[in-house]
């Protein structure tokens, strides 16, 4: 379902990244803390679709409010940063996503944030602080330095005012003239996993976790290895699908992808192995069969015939049809060099 909404406010976070608050609409305002919104742009004539997460909480803003950071060269964050101001309308989706939480009171939690990742976890975070008065935060959050850091301010603020219940450590790969007294100089890495659960251990830590894919790996085998059981994880890939374009922050490797029969004839594109095959497809031109791009309705599947591919959602698919090989394109990334895929 789209609803048209209007943007009430723009909030500027850091260099790259600002805030829409919407308005209240009575389609969007029961959203769940960490959930996102597909956003249906025309630019230039073409249809583009991105998902974009929620960083307010419906227990604590009176209005929903998006974050987004520019990614350089990126067509849609660069068209809502620039041409966007209060008062348009904009067309959003219903809200969508798993990556959220329910109150349950008295846990131990580990949030791991790279980037924009923090978006869905800042919203998370303020909820569980608010509603759950004995639960224990901790947030390993990875920038590149201190201007980069999305909510810095407020994130300081909050850990002032719960000061037994919210410990923050800032991972900075730069540090540009300024130290912060909780900042880590260097990448996150499993060792700090495992000063984290030999503190935690005995309480059981759920984890959520947020950010570039090979953050998101490193973090997620780390806690498994220290025996955290794979359902108290919850991940996302930046938000939805990995259907956005913050992946092209980071470093970026291809895969050939070869498709025998698409439109009845064989096509070849390159795909980046940080995005979806169905996104890449898109970025070459090619306009595969989709429709939900939230791995729930089965419109983008097609056979892998050989290689690797990394299905980081699926709703769609029954086993069934995953033991014949089915894989979904629009949650699918790519893992090996050669992709060969089949409708
Ligand atoms: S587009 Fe719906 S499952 Fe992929």
């Known amino acids: 379902m789209q609803v048209q909404v209007k943007i009430e406010q723009i909030i500027q976070e850091t260099r790259e990244a600002f805030t829409l608050v919407l308005e209240r609409h009575p389609q969007i305002e029961k959203y769940q803390p960490g959930q996102f919104l597909n956003f249906f742009l025309d630019i230039k004539g073409e249809e583009v679709v991105r998902q974009y997460s929620f960083s307010t909480s419906p227990y604590l803003n009176e209005n929903p409010g998006i974050t987004i950071k520019r990614v350089p060269g990126g067509l849609a964050s660069n068209y809502l940063g620039d041409q966007l101001k209060p008062g348009d309308n904009i067309e959003v989706s219903t809200p969508n996503g798993r990556f959220t939480t329910s109150t349950k009171n008295g846990r131990q939690i580990l949030m791991v944030a790279g980037g924009s990742g923090i978006t869905p976890l800042y919203s998370i975070l303020k909820t569980i602080l608010a509603n759950e008065p004995d639960s224990i935060i901790s947030l390993f959050y990875a920038n590149r330095n201190a201007d980069s850091i999305i909510f810095r301010n407020q994130l300081d603020s909050l850990e002032r005012q719960h000061e037994s219940r919210l410990k923050v450590t800032h991972f900075l790969s730069e540090n540009n003239n300024e130290t912060?007294?909780?900042?880590?100089?260097?990448?996150?890495?499993?060792?700090?996993?495992?000063?984290?659960?030999?503190?935690?251990?005995?309480?059981?830590?759920?984890?959520?976790?947020?950010?570039?894919?090979?953050?998101?790996?490193?973090s997620q085998e780390a806690l498994i290895n220290l025996g955290v059981l794979d359902e108290r994880i919850k991940t996302e890939a930046f938000v939805g699908s990995g259907f956005g374009e913050n992946a092209a922050d980071y470093e970026e490797a291809f895969t050939e992808v070869i498709i025998e029969n698409f439109n009845g004839a064989p096509v070849t594109f390159s795909a980046n192995r940080n995005q979806s095959v169905l996104k890449s497809a898109f970025d070459a031109g090619f306009r595969l069969k989709h429709s939900c791009l939230e791995s729930m309705c089965g419109a983008c599947k097609v056979r892998l015939l050989s290689g690797k591919l990394d299905m980081k959602t699926n709703y769609a698919l029954p086993g069934d049809e995953l033991d014949q090989g089915y894989v979904l394109l629009c949650s699918g990334f790519p893992e090996s060099d050669v992709l060969k895929l089949s409708y």
Do not use: V
Not at 184 to 208: C, G, S, V
């Open 180 to 218: 912060l007294d909780n900042g880590i100089y260097r990448r996150l890495n499993p060792k700090d996993f495992q000063k984290y659960m030999d503190t935690y251990w005995k309480h059981n830590p759920e984890a959520f976790i947020c950010g570039p894919d090979s953050m998101m790996k490193m």
